[in-house]
């Protein structure tokens, strides 16, 4: 059985791929929210695969900084 670790729990690619490739009994799948520090305590070692779709969408462009 091949290990999967998704990264973005709650993403958009990250819970369709996740329904997706929940058909196929060959894979275990597992997901990971990165939006605190609860992720350093994971050894990503278990894991045959970490499919990193976390990202930052929907964000206000007017509470960027123009500092470089």
């Known amino acids: 059985m091949k290990k999967i670790l998704i990264t973005g729990k ?3 690619v990250g819970t369709n791929f996740e329904k997706y490739i929940s058909a ?3 894979f275990c799948v597992n997901t990971l929210d990165l ?3 609860s992720w350093k305590d994971i ?3 278990d894991y045959d695969v970490v ?3 976390a990202g930052i969408s929907h964000s206000d462009i007017r509470k960027v900084s123009q500092e470089t």
Request: glycine share 0%; net charge negative.
């Open 24 to 26: 196929f009994p060959e």
């Open 10 to 12: 709650h993403s958009f």
């Open 51 to 53: 499919y990193h779709v």
């Open 35 to 37: 939006t605190d520090d």
């Open 43 to 45: 050894s990503f070692s």
